[in-house]
């Protein structure tokens, strides 16, 4: 925390200015609350906010869907979770035009909540609706990717900064879904499922489906540009799969830490069953 001297000695240099200015009314007023925020006692400093699970299911496919389409605007490589839709993209849309990034993300997402069920022998309500968030989260893709078309991606800083960006927004994304209990799009309720049903820390998890996730995608470039072509699957998804399940941790420790999350409406049980 600030030293209160040196509290003191900006209020009286602000004092005294906003004697001859007018104008300086705002800021001293400013100065005078964030004194007693800083200065409050450390029981207030750790008080969390209240942030509705619900709204954090909104912020996940929000974010998600911003991040990912900042990566393949990039063209580092996209992440490794989406990289086997992306293939699927490129390659369908050679022969039918209409056929997006959205469209196969939750393509590819149905059949990814069949295996769940088969893996972990049991179906939940909540896994149905799985299927309404991948379809949410396709078209908000789609939106992003048609307003990050105009964007100049010209040069390499330009690219690095963009595709940087995009990693971190889809991580806090991902930790977003993590904090909610309405079912998220599949690949983060596979992940969930599965370490809660096995008792597995979920960060490990997530970097070993990030993992194989990666090696499915570079088998599915083979098998459609031809052995040794990498389409979407770049240096930037190698990186993506070695960190972004710590990077997400991370992010879900800053949120946990920051946010106290609790259910605005009576909801959960209906998802649980």
């Known amino acids: 925390m600030p030293h209160p001297a040196l509290f003191a000695i900006v209020e009286r240099i602000l004092n005294t200015e906003f004697k001859r200015n007018r104008h300086a009314e705002l800021w001293y007023a400013g100065f005078l ?27 996940g496919f929000l974010f998600l869907g911003l991040g990912t389409a900042m990566m393949e605007r990039a063209d580092f490589g996209v ?8 293939l699927l993209y490129r390659k369908v849309s050679l022969s039918v035009p209409g056929f997006t ?12 909540v069949v295996l769940l069920s088969l893996v972990v022998r049991r ?21 992003f990717m048609r307003l990050l078309k105009p964007v100049d991606v010209s040069g390499f800083g330009q690219r690095l900064f963009i595709y940087a960006a995009g990693f971190v927004i889809c991580a806090v994304g991902v930790a977003c879904y ?28 997530k970097t070993i489906y990030d993992c194989v996730s990666c090696l499915v995608a570079v088998a599915m470039s083979f098998a459609f540009f ?15 799969a070695l960190l972004n399940g710590w990077l997400i ?5 800053v949120l946990e830490n920051t946010f106290e999350y609790r259910d605005f409406l009576p909801l959960r049980n209906w998802f649980k069953s």
């Open 249 to 253: 941790g991370k992010v879900g420790g």
């Open 101 to 112: 990034f959205g469209t196969a993300e939750y393509t590819l997402q149905a059949f990814l």
């Open 178 to 205: 993590f904090h909610t209990y309405i079912t998220p799009a599949a690949y983060e309720l596979f992940v969930k499922e599965l370490s809660e049903h096995f008792h597995w820390n979920i960060s490990r998890v």
């Open 123 to 143: 179906f939940k309500k909540g896994f149905l609706f799985s299927v309404v968030t991948a379809v949410i989260y396709g078209l908000t893709l789609d939106l």
């Open 79 to 86: 992440s490794m979770v989406v990289a086997p839709a992306y």
């Open 33 to 59: 609350d964030l004194m007693v925020f800083f200065t409050r006692d450390d029981d207030f400093m750790k008080q969390k906010m209240v942030f509705p699970t619900e709204l954090s299911y909104v912020a």
């Open 226 to 240: 031809g052995i040794g072509r990498f389409e979407g699957v770049k240096a930037g998804t190698i990186v993506c």
